[in-house]
């Protein structure tokens, strides 16, 4: 009797099956600039050759700056040291299945102005989708892990852009000029979620996964009051002088267009050392799943053949 133990990778699969082993096609991206992820007003935290606090703002490494800010290559280093895809796999290996690197965001030390963010703009006119997607079929999935600060973990951001777009100042933040209204989802805010050395699967919906909310046209935010999609729509707390659930009735407005979607590590974070992957949601992308950093794993699915 003959015994043969095949060793079959995610690249080969793929291109025999429609694979019940991934829900959705990969679209990965290996390095900023790809599929249009790029550093979106990620901020030096000193360790480089900025002062931290500065705005670094590439040619090549930020989408389109803006006016406010002009890219040069002399930060070209710093987004590269904070800002991390396709340099090599995490410490802990990602669950069997899933892409074996990651995007890495980076806060050196005791850095307090330090920010470090990646996002997919498309201020177009059309956006990714219209507001009305936050609703009761909203969804979305992403993989995380972390090995700094226990408390500081990757934080899932939603722009729109509002019909009080017009009413909100210009800021001097790369990418902030897309959007007035963002969403804010942190594993570690309300949610339970902890750097830890283990990866997680975050899988929020309408009514599960706490946000909160930033309004730039009224310079005010949510942070303390991170609760469901579901409760903001209704809820009367008090944001900036009015009810979060007429902020809501804005960002989820059939007119209003999602103009951003991001991953990062705010300020006031220090010691941040977050991985990111497998995006998947009901709005961005529908039925493809974003991917970072570098090879699918090495060995999917192991069987014998007697």
Known sequence: ????????????????????????????????????????????DGS???????????DTMTDDPEATAVGSSA???????????????PPVAPPVGEWTYG??????????????????RKDDGVGHAVGDVIGSTFTADFSWMGDGTASVTASFKIGFKTSEF????????????AWDKLLVYEPGNGNGGSSNNTWFTENITWSTGNWWLVDRTNGANSMANDMTLEAMSTSTLMVGGRELQAIFAL?????????????????????????????????????DRTTFGGPVPVELMRFTVE
């Open 251 to 287: 960002i989820s407005d059939p007119g209003t267009q999602i103009t951003t979607v991001q991953f990062g590590v705010g300020s006031y974070n220090q010691g941040a050392s977050v991985w990111v992957n497998q995006l998947e949601t009901s709005f961005y992308r529908p039925g």
């Open 48 to 58: 480089g050759t900025e002062v931290e606090g500065t705005n670094l703002v590439s």
């Open 166 to 177: 017009s009413a909100t100042a210009v800021s001097s933040r790369t990418g902030e000029n």
């Open 1 to 44: 009797m003959y015994r043969l133990t095949l060793i079959l990778s995610l690249c080969v699969l793929s291109a025999l099956v429609s694979a019940p082993w991934a829900s959705a096609a990969d679209v990965n991206t290996n390095l900023l600039g790809v599929n249009g992820w790029f550093s979106d007003d990620t901020r030096a």
């Open 103 to 120: 995007a890495h965001l980076v806060i050196a030390g005791s850095a307090n102005l330090g920010k470090s963010q990646i996002s997919h």
């Open 75 to 89: 930060h070209d280093a710093d987004i590269l040291a904070q800002t991390v895809i396709g340099d090599g796999a």
